[in-house]
């Protein structure tokens, strides 16, 4: 059986309102729940610069209209973001946990949602200094997603040299949590 989203569009733009600069700094967020707005509340002026650039045709068959549409989404984005932890992009790793935040608060994940970005996103990666790595374990095994296979098995601090693996990196976090 499929589910529609849970979350009404007025949710949505109430969420998109109240999301802060601070923790969305690049609009990684803001855009994944935009797409998941009826065409015409998207594109309103509040929240597109220029809406000559979509259609309502394509709009209504790329939104996301049902939690198999976003868990779908999120499979999609996690070898992208796995490769960006990978491959030491903080940057990248950043941007696509805030996008993957998005598509997780429209399944109605809250408590995974506000743990994986603080209100000040640079605090992720002191948080979670593996390049995002052990957000992505979280978001990765909320959907089901086999993070074994996409993780390179080197787990950088960013603090040190030093090369951690996955359960040592885990293991360091709830020590540092406690």
């Known amino acids: 059986m499929t589910v529609d ?9 109430t969420r998109i309102h109240n999301i ?14 935009l797409e998941a707005l009826p065409f015409e509340m998207a594109m309103s002026r509040e929240f597109m610069r220029d809406p000559s650039k979509h259609t309502q045709e394509t709009w209504k068959k790329n939104r996301p209209k049902t939690e198999d549409d976003v868990l779908v989404t999120i499979v999609g984005h996690l070898p992208y973001a796995w490769s960006r932890a990978n491959g030491k992009h903080a940057t990248s790793a950043l941007r696509i946990i805030a996008l993957l935040r998005g ?3 429209l399944l109605k994940q809250d408590d995974l949602v506000e743990d994986l970005l603080p209100e000040n996103s640079e605090l992720v990666f002191n948080q979670h200094p ?36 996955a359960e040592q990196a885990m293991e360091d976090s709830v020590e540092i949590d406690d």
């Open 5 to 13: 989203i849970r979350r009404t569009p007025d949710e949505i733009v």
């Open 20 to 33: 802060t600069r601070a923790r969305d700094q690049h609009g990684e967020e803001r855009s994944a729940l």
């Open 103 to 105: 598509h997780l608060w």
């Open 130 to 165: 593996f390049y995002g790595k052990l957000a992505l374990v979280q978001i990765s095994e909320s959907v089901g997603f086999n993070w074994r296979d996409r993780d390179n098995g080197k787990w950088y601090s960013g603090l040190s040299a030093a090369e951690l693996t």
